[in-house]
Every structure is written in structure tokens, then in C-alpha cells.
T-cell receptor, first 117, second 112 residues
């Protein structure tokens, strides 16, 4: 069984360019989460998506960042006009749909390390 | 709002010694708590989780954690450290239905 897949693993962008990060959830999982890890810090929640819906984007910066999880294909985290402060590791996690009201454990991908030069 | 505090950014132990990593949480509702491990340049792997069942939770690789409501703690322990346990460990609490709030992490160093 393939785990959560993220690509690219490493991404270098110049200031002002766009970064696109992709996440394919585990088979059978319909919930996707994006987290950002700055150097020497813990992971910070960014956004929670289900197929074609953004459920919680309370951790997303108001500008330049967007996320989608289309009916077909991977989830995409898009960062427009990147700045040096966007340099970080971006992790995607997935979980199955829950029916009991309890949070299901999240399975994490290997991350995309974005470097802005 | 939920939050977690991990005491000690670095913990050093000798191989074979007890491992104790501390986590205190804050939550206005009964929490769900998790411990994850991160090896260099990798994603996070779930070690164990507390979801309001037994207060002593056993996880993989002989790790366990005890939920203590009176102390708002969820400390992670392992009786005997192995070199392969050297990694970064994160405590997390669920906020809302699915969002995880992480602590800042504790780096475990294991010496021979």
C-alpha cells in the first residue's frame, strides 16, 4: 500500500515565482491536511480539505496561498510570488472519512522542502 | 483554543536508559492527544494516540504514554532507549474535529 505521496521533495524558487506542491493521499482517504514546518519549529496547521471542498483554512496566510483538492487528481498547495519567508518544509497528511465524531489519525507524507532564493 | 507545551527542546539519554519526554496540554474540551516521531528529512510517523479510552496508551517500538487529566499531561516514555530512537518527537492535540496543534518538538539524543 502506497503511503501519502508528495512531490516534488525539494523545490527551489526565486523570489516572485510561483510554487506548486502536490499531495496524493493514501488510497481510500478523502481528507487532506497541509502543515508548514519552519526551521527549528513544530508543524503549523494551514488548511483542511475534502474532495472539492475547503473545510478549514484558518491557518492559511490571507494572501498568496491557496489550496485545492479536486475530484480527480492530487491536492495542490499553491504559493504565488514566493518570498524568502516562505522557505520551509510543507507536509501533507491524509485520513479516512470519520463517522464516529472522533479524529482519525493522520498519515503524513515525506514533505516538500521549499527554498526561496 | 487547544495548545501543547513540550518541556525541553533536547533530551539526552544513554542507550538502555529510560526515555521520558514531557508534554502538557491545554484544552477547553476533552482532548485527543498524539505523539509523532520525525526522523531527519522524513515525514511524521504516529507513535500512539489517546482518544478517551484507556489512560495508559501503548504504541509502537515499546513507547507508551499516560494521560493524566489532573496534571494535564501526556508524557511519553520508553523503558530502554535504543540508538535508533534518536529523532525528533512531537506531541499534538486535536483542535476541532480534525486539525492537529503541535508542540515545538523534543530532539532525543541517544549516546552509546
Amino acid at each position: 500500500n502506497a503511503g501519502v505521496m508528495q512531490n516534488p521533495r525539494h523545490l527551489v524558487r526565486r523570489r516572485g515565482q510561483e510554487a506548486r506542491l502536490r499531495c496524493s493521499p493514501m488510497k481510500g482517504h478523502s481528507h487532506v491536511y497541509w502543515y508548514r514546518q519552519l526551521p527549528e519549529e513544530g508543524l503549523k496547521f494551514m488548511v483542511y480539505l475534502q474532495k472539492e471542498n475547503i473545510i478549514d483554512e484558518s491557518g492559511m496566510p490571507k494572501e498568496r496561498f491557496s489550496a485545492e483538492f479536486p475530484k480527480e487528481g492530487p491536492s495542490i498547495l499553491r504559493i504565488q510570488q514566493v518570498v524568502r519567508g516562505d522557505s520551509a518544509a510543507y507536509f501533507c497528511a491524509s485520513s479516512p472519512a470519520g463517522t464516529s465524531g472522533r479524529p482519525y489519525e493522520q498519515y503524513f507524507g515525506p514533505g516538500t522542502r521549499l527554498t526561496v532564493t | 483554543a487547544q495548545s501543547v507545551t513540550q518541556l525541553g527542546s533536547h533530551v539526552s539519554v544513554s542507550e538502555g536508559a529510560l526515555v521520558l519526554l514531557r508534554c502538557n496540554y491545554s484544552s477547553s474540551v476533552p482532548p485527543y492527544l498524539f505523539w509523532y516521531v520525525q526522523y531527519p528529512n522524513q515525514g511524521l510517523q504516529l507513535l500512539l494516540k489517546y482518544t478517551s479510552a484507556a489512560t495508559l496508551v501503548k504504541g509502537i517500538n515499546d513507547f507508551e504514554a499516560e494521560f493524566k487529566k489532573s496534571e494535564t499531561s501526556f508524557h511519553l516514555t520508553k523503558p530502554s532507549a535504543h540508538m535508533s530512537d534518536a529523532a525528533e518527537y512531537f506531541c499534538a492535540v486535536s483542535a476541532g474535529f480534525q486539525k492537529l496543534v503541535f508542540g515545538t518538538g523534543t530532539r532525543l539524543l541517544v549516546s552509546p
